[in-house]
């Protein structure tokens, strides 16, 4: 049970797995009034970025679960490096259907909404977690603008133009699942180069190092793929955003 290799090669360098870049993180936990001593389960939790930082910052703590082994172990590392491991922990693990031992201030799936089968799934399976009056978070995509064809939607990574939502709808489901939206930080398309760009580094290197790599040709067929669909479809059609909800 594991991450496929492609991701943890093309992710190697990255600290935070979604294009909410580490400033707009910062200004969301301001955002919260995080408190010290408030709890949060992150589900999927990646290199833990968010915990660690929001638990050196504003003095929380918590768990993390992600089935990637790369990541679990960064993510125990940030955790150590930034004096928060004695009240961060990382587990590896399948998050989905992962149910907290005691309730939580604060919910969290950031970028992985596929764990609870889509994203009223999620906000289900995060309800189970969180005490009541808790803050969830949770990280969507939306369209920032109209795919105006289909190789917007396949450039964008979307199975049908009616998969994603656009962010006023996106509102409105959160309305029709029995959630207000509280709070929120949107990718702007700074922050997405800040999540895509890294991978072609990163994949280029690894390219480089491993010239004769299994491997090889899918990652130079998916730098390529990848780069394209970044710069022609995803910075102008694809909206980001992590979204704080509270229960009606
Ligand atoms: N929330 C993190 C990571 C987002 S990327 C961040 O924002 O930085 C998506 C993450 O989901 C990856 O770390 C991947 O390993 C994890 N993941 C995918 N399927 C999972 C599952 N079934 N259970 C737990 N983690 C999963």
Known sequence: MDLPLSIVIAESSHRIHNPVDSR???????GLGLKPGQTMLDLASGSGELLCTWARDFGIGGTGVDISTAFTARAKARAAELGVADRCEFVHGDAAGHVADAPVDIAACIGASWIGG????????????????????????????????????????????????????????????????????????????RYAAPHWLNIRRWLDENPGHDLAEEMRHKLDVERRNHVRYQRDYLGWGIFALMKR
């Open 24 to 30: 707009k993180q910062a200004e969301l936990g301001r």
């Open 118 to 193: 889509g994203t009223a799934g999620t906000v289900a399976l995060l309800e189970q977690s969180l005490r009541p009056g808790g803050l969830m978070l949770i990280g969507e995509c939306y369209w920032r603008q109209d795919p105006p064809d289909e190789a917007t939607v396949k450039g964008c990574y979307a199975e049908t133009k009616d998969s994603l939502f656009s962010l006023a709808g996106l509102f409105d489901h959160f309305d029709a699942i029995g959630y207000d939206v509280v709070e929120m930080v949107l990718a702007d398309q700074d922050s997405w180069d």
